[in-house]
């Protein structure tokens, strides 16, 4: 009797067991890893997650991958897989989602009815427990975030191994993942919307996005073409990730031609100039449509590595190979900015009659611009061309700017103030100086001082040229030139005591300066101290200044 008394409990547990396990549980348990992450240190931790998807993409908690560099998921049968790119994450949330290197994963789907205050969910259990059965909650409160996304609060506390594991409704649907709440014995059980992780991206700005950069792993890119592309441009080509952001880009659009230029430029910045290379090699066989673009970015690549003196670069990249390319891209689709490249190539192989035919060519294009007028000019200058015809294109260039000019074009204004001193036109070029040092007066240096102050002198603005040679000696006061140089304007000023003062400081920064010796002895006969003068005179003269010699003989 007892014997049947026990058979009959066995058998009313077994039917107990059955009727609390879902008939879908067999089948959602397979979505199921076991996420174990590694951080630098080699410290290891261990937690849960879910397939979302047949192409490898789960979810697991943020607490969990922050800080790894390697993680690795093993399914309930054993599988094993490895995340490869990390595809968004919320650390204020703490969800984050990756995409593994498995293929066909089971996964559920998701919820597609909301859930409401009373519903019944099923919280399934660790991954690595084989015999477990789901545990079955209730929803006491609905919390909604973000406009669209909600949390469901449970009935019951739980274990806080189980954060992480995916919570399904009684249609065997994913809700969403399960985070746990407070310490110690009452660890309050929510379970964060699925739709909330689903919707976690990689944008283009989120190069920087702090919660991202805390997962060591390469970020996925955008799915959408154009935020791919500015994600690409943002992030710098020096990155450790962005050869493998360059590769997805290109496995993603392989018909977009920024990838294999973005991926080139990486390699170049790596001095693996063959590779880049390959890249474009590769690039004009896949037929993007835009050979122009792949042929262009090739000659700026040649050029710039001839232009560096590059010891790295292959024996074919010549300037006359990049000239090649760029004839190319403007064969294949013309354009100013490929012509320009044409003009700089022959520019740097000295073929300034070609240079000037292509960047006079600009001048009636969209890049109509003070560089390439100034690049005329230079070649002009380079043919010999009379001065007039320099001055005139310079001329053009500062033309294309207008008041208040900006920093922009202050370099025209020197580069055309050169001019006019070469043609004799000296109070011409002093406004050009006048007008750079308006543009940058925060910024000019004790040089452009000097410079000026020169040509002062030579338009015999003695007040003006006294101010800029002090200005100079204010910004770089051990300079003993620039010493000198205002005890001679004193002199001329008859600013004798200055002079002196000027020339005694000017000695003691250089004591085999010759310069100030002979201004303080003229400056001192001019004072009417003769034998003082003398002295001076006969220290400028034993250091060789042959005017010092030629007073004293007087």
Known sequence: ????????????????????????????????????????????????????????????????????????????????????????????????KLQSDATKTPYNP???????????????????????????????????????????????????????????????????????????????????????????????????????????????????????????????????????HAADFINRFPQSPVGYIQQAEAQIARCDYEAATQTYSQALKAKTGKDDELHYALSKAIYGACINKVDARPESWTLDKALEEAR????????????????????????????????????????????????????????DAPREEILALQDSAIATFTRPYTQEAAPYFILRAQTLIAMDRHRDAVKDYNEYGHIMSRSLTDHFYYQRYQLQLKCRYYEAALSDIRQARLLKADNPLYHAEEAAVCYRCGLFDEAIIACREAIRLDPEFADPYRLYGMSLKQQGKNKEAKTQLQKAADLGDEVAKKLLSE
């Open 328 to 383: 190319a891209a403007n064969s294949a689709n013309p354009s100013p900015i490929y012509t320009s490249m044409e003009g700089f190539c022959h520019y740097a192989m000295e073929h300034y009659a070609e240079a000037l035919t292509a960047f006079s060519s600009l001048s009636t294009t969209n890049l109509r611009s003070a560089e390439y007028f100034n690049y005329c000019a230079e070649c002009k200058k380079k043919l």
């Open 110 to 244: 998701s919820a597609t009815a909301p859930v409401m205050k009373g519903d019944v969910l099923y919280v399934m259990p660790l991954s690595t427990q084989k015999d477990a059965t789901p545990k079955r909650d209730t929803v006491v409160g609905v919390e909604q975030f973000e406009g669209t996304y909600a949390y469901y609060r449970l009935t019951d506390t739980t274990d806080e191994r189980l954060e992480g594991c995916p919570v399904m409704n009684e249609e065997g649907q994913t809700v969403g993942i399960l985070q746990i709440s407070g310490q110690g014995d009452k660890r309050a059980a929510y379970v964060l919307s699925l739709n909330y992780a689903e919707a976690l991206a990689v944008r283009a700005l989120d190069y920087n996005n702090a919660d991202l950069r805390a997962i060591h792993l390469p970020m996925a890119l955008p799915a959408d073409e154009s935020q791919a592309s500015s994600f690409l441009y943002l992030v710098s080509t020096q990155h450790p990730d962005y050869l493998t």
């Open 1 to 96: 009797m007892k014997r049947i008394l026990t058979l009959s409990f066995l058998l009313s547990t077994s039917l107990y067991m059955v009727a609390q396990t879902p008939k879908w549980y067999k089948k959602a348990r397979k979505a199921q890893v076991a996420v174990i992450a590694y951080d630098a240190k080699g410290e290891i931790h261990q937690g849960q997650g879910f397939y979302t998807n047949a192409d490898g993409l789960f979810v697991s908690s943020y607490d969990l991958v922050k800080g790894a560099n390697k993680v690795t998921l093993i399914t309930t049968d054993n599988k094993t897989a490895t995340a490869q790119r990390l595809a968004g994450a919320n650390c204020l949330y703490n969800v984050a």
